[in-house]
């Protein structure tokens, strides 16, 4: 099956024959050097963009050492109340397991509602949804102000 050039669409058609007219020019040694100098400044971008990244990275990690100082010298100066914090998280994530098992028979019992009736669904979010996001919160709190286990001791 070969095709007639006539068959091509012209927007394919390259013409690669060089006529005596179009004197051949050496573009090469331009192009070549214009290449070098764009390869040149993107490495130059590269190398700025990676020197903001770890400056973000330093200033990321000295806000989140300072924090875990504040903290850790917060419980060395609440020994006690880290080891109640401890044991209160241990306690409220036996409520939250239990919160969550009735959640989730509840889900099962009426998720076909839930599909068909957006008021049902509505009912749902609202029934669990603010109970689970603080008590989420307080879980949170409550596991970063408690000692660790190796400090119970």
Same mark, same amino acid.
């Not at 924090?67 to 044991?87: D, G, I, V």
């Given at each position: ?31 070549q050097s214009e290449m070098v100098s764009l390869l040149h400044q993107l490495v130059e971008g590269q190398d700025r963009q990676n020197e903001l990244l770890e400056e973000m990275v330093d200033q990321m990690g000295a806000s989140q ?17 880290? +080891?109640?914090?401890?044991?209160? *998280? ?5 409520? /939250?397991?239990?919160?969550?098992? =009735?959640? #989730? ?21 609202? +029934?669990?949804?603010?109970?689970? *996001? ?5 879980? /949170?709190?409550?596991?970063?102000? =408690?000692? #660790? ?5």
């Amino acid at each position: 099956m070969a095709q007639d050039s006539q068959d091509i669409s012209p927007v394919f058609r390259i013409d690669v024959a060089q006529t005596a007219s179009e004197p051949a020019v050496n573009h090469s040694g331009n192009l070549q050097s214009e290449m070098v100098s764009l390869l040149h400044q993107l490495v130059e971008g590269q190398d700025r963009q990676n020197e903001l990244l770890e400056e973000m990275v330093d200033q990321m990690g000295a806000s989140q050492r300072q924090r875990a100082n504040e903290l850790t010298q917060w419980k060395e100066a609440n020994p006690l109340l880290a +080891r109640r914090c401890r044991a209160a *998280a241990e306690a409220l994530s036996q409520v /939250q397991t239990e919160f969550l098992q =009735s959640m #989730t028979v509840d889900v099962n019992d009426t998720y076909e509602g839930m599909l068909d009736s957006e008021f049902v669904l509505n009912e749902f979010v609202d +029934r669990y949804g603010p109970r689970l *996001a603080h008590l989420n919160g307080v879980l /949170q709190l409550l596991s970063q102000l =408690s000692a #660790t286990p190796t400090q119970n001791n």
